[in-house]
């Protein structure tokens, strides 16, 4: 039995399934969005100070 016969069997698993999946896409997208801002260090090593080489003429990002 594959996944959508155990959904159609099992209609009460439906809503749960749903948002199940939009938590998780929602987990991921916000993980994505976070490494991408400036203020998340993810090399430590190679760039420990980051913070000095921050243009202050340049505004920083709000989204």
């Known amino acids: ?8 069997k099992k209609k009460e698993l439906i ?9 998780a896409g929602g ?3 916000f993980a994505v969005y976070s490494l991408q801002k400036t203020d998340v260090i993810i090399d430590r090593k190679r760039n420990p100070e980051p913070w000095e080489t921050v243009d202050p003429s340049v505004p920083g990002k709000v989204l």
């Open 1 to 8: 039995m594959n996944f959508f016969q155990l959904l159609m």
């Open 15 to 23: 809503p749960l399934v749903f948002f199940m999946t939009t938590a």
């Open 27 to 29: 987990a991921s997208a």
